[in-house]
Each structure stands twice: as structure tokens, then as C-alpha cells.
């Protein structure tokens, strides 16, 4: 029997464990946000759990065919890399992370309500949702998974999302993607609804993030694996008919979903995605000679931009923006003021916890920062420009401001203040720097920037074999992937949209270097 099972592993192909890891993905969100009280085995959460399985048995792939080809002298200078660079990172994430919980504890308990500290559960969050997936790209690197496999693992990931999305929507069973009554806040109706849209409606209860945790994860992973998806569809004369079929049957259904999730991250990035894909493959037929019919990508690009644009127009998040319903700011009108130096802190913080709503502050902000720990700020907020509280990004950003203000330590900007998901300011980068400051965004964040940086070095310096269409497109969505987090937020440091940032970067790095530079070849993977 043992023997068995060994041969029945043995007989495992790493690029099937892959692609089963990249589409059991989207399952796995969907369990993390309905169930309040996941199945948990030695203190990890069952799609914790999963997740390590797949990536700790991926790593223990890659050792075991280090170790079968130890002898081999290609092999040596391989192991000797690695280990130069495992040490050289795990020096640095060590030195950061003890001086990280030092300053964590250097932090005034009293300014907010932060997560409880702990040093080996801000360790394990760093760990698990920042240096594992930078161990897994490097590792499926090495492995030499093919093209074809990722991007076979790519266009099932956005169909099973997108499917998803579009199913519970028809059905009306899909989540919202801005819930204002709580986590589980389900649409009115579905997109046939859209027509009939009256200055009534809450446009927000129209848009639709299927059952999925967040609007803003699926509109950052669709926005930055959509160049690819438009490319393949456009690009595509080559390939079988179903293969055909299927790509532009994807591009329609990409197209109806990231106009349904209603965020402008997804809704404005479908339409840019589709420009500038165009471009690109337009750029290569008239300059490099692209060896495509030019008639059937205008003519595509015609048809999908026609109901892009038509979607875009009768969108929710078109009639709340632009439309003839638009939000427009109102002022909310307070029925008592209180003079506020006339009064007790307390009788401040009183007032506001019944006003909050007319001066645009949501509850839970309350909560956090409490307003008789900082009544001066919180006078500040209410008698300013109210309009700026409709922000509630940047609102966020001044209260954190505030803050790291308060709490008056110089190394705060440097190694940060620690995780905390109770207060985040939708912009990943600022709160990645307020939560593990800038030397911790470089740590944690830097190889996958430095991924995409390098990748476009050498589409620069070897123009002559990288400087290609698609090799362009997919550095387009990379490029995406590093710049939205800058506009929104729920990227970096969420395991999810992670895993699609190094499936998308691992993409990138096949098409821009050479086969030597992987570790081991077919025919050392099947023995």
C-alpha cells in the first residue's frame, strides 16, 4: 500500500497541482466571506490550510528535484544562488521584523482601538500574506511552468469569476459591491434593471460582486489580467475554432462584469484595457508587421467597444456618476448645534455619537477614534468643508495622519505602526506605509515592483526578441497590477488578488527570459 501511494505521487505533475492551487482560488474567497466560523486544524482556517498545503507541497516539489539533480553542475550553481539569496532575505525579514514589533511596542495604546498587538501574530500575517506568495513566484519560476499552463489557469480564473458574477446577478442573489446595511447587503436588481433606472434608486444596490469578499479585490485582478483576455480574443486566427469561440465568449463576459461589480477601477479599467490593447496590436501590425488580419481585429475591437460603451452608459455607476440621476452633494442639516467650548469633552463626544450622520462620518470611525480622545480633531472635521468627508478615503488618510501625529515617533514613518484591519484608507500603498512604513514596503512589496521593472528592462535592452505584442500586453496588465493599488485598495497584503499579482508576474517573467534560466527541464520533471 505504501508503496503505492509513493508511485501514485511519484506520477503528480507539478502543472496540474498549479492549476488546481490558481482555480480553487475564487472558492476559497467565497468560503472566507459566509462562513463566520471556518473549520479550523491546529489553529489555521481551512482555506489557510489549503492554501499552505498546495504552496508548502509546490516548495517541497521544487527541494526534492534540487536534490535529485544535486549533481548535476547546472544544478550547484542553482542551489548555491538560491541559498545566497534565501539567506540574504531572510536576514533582512528577520532585522525588519524585530525592529517592525519593537516600534509596534513603542506605540500609545490610548491614541485608537488598533488590533491587539502580538509579535507572533503580526509575524504570521506578514509571512503569510506578503513573503509566501514573493516564495511562491520565485519557486514556480524555477519549476519552469509552461506558458500554456498559466495562461490556461488565467482564462478559467476569469471565468469562473466572472461566471460567478454574472449568474448571481441574473438571479438576483448576488451581493452588492457597496453594502451600506451591513456585510450582506443584496442587490434590488439585476442588470435587466438597469433600464429603468429612476432618480429613486440607490444605484449602489445595483452593482453586483457576485458572492465574492470585495468589489475592489475582483476589480483589480480583472482589470489587470484584462489585457490578455482582450488580446487572445483579438488575436487569435491561429487557434481552434472553440478556442476561438471561447475567447471572445470570455472578453463579453469580462466586459458585462467589470461594468457590474460598478467600481471605477473596473468600470473606466475594461474601457482603457480595450484602448490601449488595440493600440498595441495596432502598433505591431503597422510597425513590426504583425502577422494578423487587421480587418478582423477592427472589427472586433468595433463590436466589443460598442457594448463596452453601452454597458458603461446604462451602469449604475454611470447613472450615479454621470447620469441624469447623478449623486450630487447635499448638504445634511444638523437640527441643534452645540458650542462646543461652552461644553465638556464629554458632552462633545455624546453629541456626536447621535449627529455623526449630518456632518458625512460613518459609525464605525467613532468606534476606532473615539471622540473624547481627540475632541480638537473631531471639531476640526465637522467645521471644515464637509464635502471633503464624502472622501472617505482621504478622510481616513487625515484621521491616520492625525494619528502618527499624536504619537510623536520619527520611526514610525520607517518601519510602521502594525496591521490593522480596523481602520484602512483604500489605498494600498499609504496604508502598507502607515501599517509597516517605507523600509517594510520595500521588504515586503519591493521584488514584485522590482519584478515588473526588471522584466521591462529586458523588453528594452533585448527589443529584438522580447519587444513583441503579446509579451507588451501582458507587461501592460503587470503594470496595472502595481499602479492600481495606488487608487484603490485590498491588493496588496490580501491573499486573494495576491495570488493573481504572481500568477500575472510569472506569466511576464516566462515570456522575458531565456529557458536556461530555469532550474530544471521537461525531462528532469519526469523523472
Keep these: 500500500m505504501k508503496d503505492k501511494i509513493i508511485s501514485k505521487i511519484k506520477q503528480i505533475k507539478i502543472e496540474h497541482v498549479f492549476l488546481i492551487f490558481i482555480l480553487i ?17 491546529l489553529g489555521l482556517s481551512m482555506n489557510v490550510l489549503i492554501n499552505f498545503v498546495f504552496i508548502f507541497g509546490i516548495i517541497f516539489y521544487y527541494i526534492r528535484l534540487l536534490f535529485i539533480n544535486r549533481h ?52 504570521y500575517f506578514i509571512f503569510r500574506c506578503f513573503v509566501l506568495p514573493i516564495v511562491l513566484l520565485y519557486t514556480l519560476y ?69 458572492w465574492f469578499h470585495s468589489a475592489n479585490e ?50 473606466w479599467g475594461m474601457l482603457i ?24 481585429v477592427i472589427l472586433k475591437f468595433i463590436i466589443f467597444m460598442s457594448i463596452c460603451i453601452i454597458l458603461f452608459i446604462i451602469s449604475p455607476f454611470y447613472a450615479n456618476q454621470y447620469g441624469k440621476y447623478k449623486s450630487v452633494f447635499k448638504e445634511r442639516p444638523v437640527k441643534e448645534t452645540i458650542d462646543i ?93 502607515y501599517h509597516f512604513g517605507i523600509v517594510g514596503l520595500i521588504v515586503l512589496l519591493g521584488p514584485i515592483i522590482f519584478g515588473v521593472l526588471y522584466c521591462g528592462y529586458r523588453i528594452v535592452r533585448y527589443r529584438n526578441k522580447y519587444f513583441k505584442a503579446d509579451v507588451l500586453v501582458v507587461f501592460t496588465g503587470n503594470v496595472i497590477s502595481v499602479c492600481v493599488p495606488y487608487l484603490t485598495g485590498h491588493v496588496f497584503g490580501v491573499v486573494f488578488p495576491m495570488t493573481y499579482v504572481v500568477l500575472n508576474l510569472l506569466l511576464l517573467l516566462k515570456m522575458v527570459t531565456d529557458d536556461d534560466m530555469k532550474i530544471i527541464s521537461k525531462n528532469n520533471q519526469q523523472k
Design 25 to 41: 482560488q475564487p472558492f476559497l474567497d467565497i468560503y472566507t466571506n459566509y462562513v463566520k466560523h471556518p473549520f479550523e486544524l
Design 72 to 123: 548535476q553542475n547546472k544544478c550547484k550553481k542553482i542551489i548555491k544562488k538560491d541559498l545566497i539569496i534565501s539567506i540574504i532575505y531572510i536576514l533582512i525579514f528577520v532585522i525588519y521584523v524585530m525592529l517592525h514589533c519593537f516600534n509596534m511596542q513603542l506605540f500609545d495604546d490610548g491614541i485608537f482601538n488598533r488590533n491587539a498587538y502580538g509579535f507572533i501574530k503580526e509575524t
Design 142 to 210: 524555477r519549476l519552469n511552468i509552461s506558458k500554456k499552463t498559466i495562461i490556461t489557469a488565467i482564462k478559467l480564473s476569469v471565468f469562473i469569476i466572472c461566471f460567478i458574477v454574472i449568474v448571481t446577478n441574473v438571479f438576483c442573489i448576488s451581493l452588492a459591491s457597496y453594502a451600506e446595511h451591513g456585510k450582506f447587503t443584496y442587490i434590488d436588481g439585476n442588470i435587466f434593471h438597469w433600464l429603468f433606472f429612476t432618480g429613486k434608486d440607490n444605484f449602489d444596490l445595483y452593482t453586483s460582486k457576485g
Design 218 to 267: 475582483l476589480s483589480a485582478i480583472l482589470f489587470s489580467l484584462s489585457p490578455l483576455i482582450i488580446y487572445l480574443a483579438f488575436v487569435c486566427d491561429k487557434e481552434n475554432k472553440k478556442e476561438k469561440v471561447f475567447n471572445c465568449i470570455l472578453l463579453v463576459m469580462l466586459i458585462i462584469t467589470m461594468n457590474m461589480l460598478g467600481t471605477r477601477v473596473a468600470s
Design 273 to 296: 484595457s480595450l484602448v490601449v490593447t488595440f493600440l498595441i496590436i495596432l502598433f505591431f501590425k503597422l510597425i513590426k508587421k504583425l502577422d494578423i488580419n487587421l480587418k478582423k
Design 341 to 433: 467650548k461652552k461644553h465638556s469633552n464629554k458632552d462633545f463626544a455624546k453629541y456626536m455619537e447621535t449627529h455623526y450622520w449630518y456632518f458625512f462620518i460613518d459609525k464605525p470611525l467613532l468606534d476606532i477614534y473615539p471622540v473624547k480622545n481627540d475632541v480638537e480633531f473631531w471639531e476640526y472635521l465637522i467645521t471644515r468643508d464637509l464635502r471633503l468627508n464624502c472622501n472617505y478615503r482621504d478622510l481616513k488618510t487625515d484621521i491616520y495622519e492625525r494619528i502618527l501625529a499624536r504619537n510623536d515617533n520619527k520611526f514610525d514613518k520607517w518601519v510602521g505602526i502594525g496591521y490593522n484591519d480596523l481602520l484602512t484608507n483604500e489605498r494600498d500603498y499609504s496604508i502598507q506605509i
